[in-house]
């Protein structure tokens, strides 16, 4: 993919994302935080399944992973803290609404910054410290503004 594509994409995630946000405060009025995040995974993994059983994958290698594939204490870490994620912004919609949570939420920037330089060797480059200080800063100021 090349570099158009991949702004078209972040962008489009920027989007549904948005669009989440907002559906998610409604579901959570009725529904428990974790119910809304089992369905979000189920419905992910059912879609997931499909594209690559579509892609010649056979059904039994979804239930499978091998050192070949990725690092197998990574993979056990990132799933451990998208689940911390995806716990944490569910249950900040429900408390503070989508519209602040999100405000807050856009943060990340900064950390991953900070998590990619301290645990894999990436360069702090000022720009991105600048940026990030600026989104956070703003993101503060818009949350906690009455």
């Known amino acids: ?38 369905l979000h ?29 990725a690092s197998l204490p990574l993979v056990a870490i990132t799933l451990v803290t998208a689940t911390v994620a995806a716990f944490a912004i569910l249950t900040s919609i429900q408390l503070l609404g989508a ?12 950390f991953v910054a900070v998590f990619s330089c301290l645990f894999f060797g990436g360069q702090l480059q000022l720009p991105v410290v600048i940026g990030g200080g600026f989104i956070f800063v703003g993101a503060a100021i818009i949350a906690l503004a009455k």
């Open 99 to 110: 519209a602040k949570s999100s405000v807050l939420e856009i943060s990340y920037p900064l």
């Open 41 to 69: 995974c189920a419905v992910g993994a059912l879609v997931a399944g499909l594209i690559l059983i579509v892609q010649g994958h056979s059904p039994a290698s979804l239930f499978r992973l091998d050192a070949s594939e």
């Open 1 to 38: 993919m090349n570099n158009t594509a991949g702004f078209v994409l972040a962008i489009l995630a920027s989007i549904f994302w948005g669009l989440t946000y907002c559906l998610d405060e409604r579901v959570l009025a009725s529904l428990s935080v974790w119910k809304l995040y089992f």
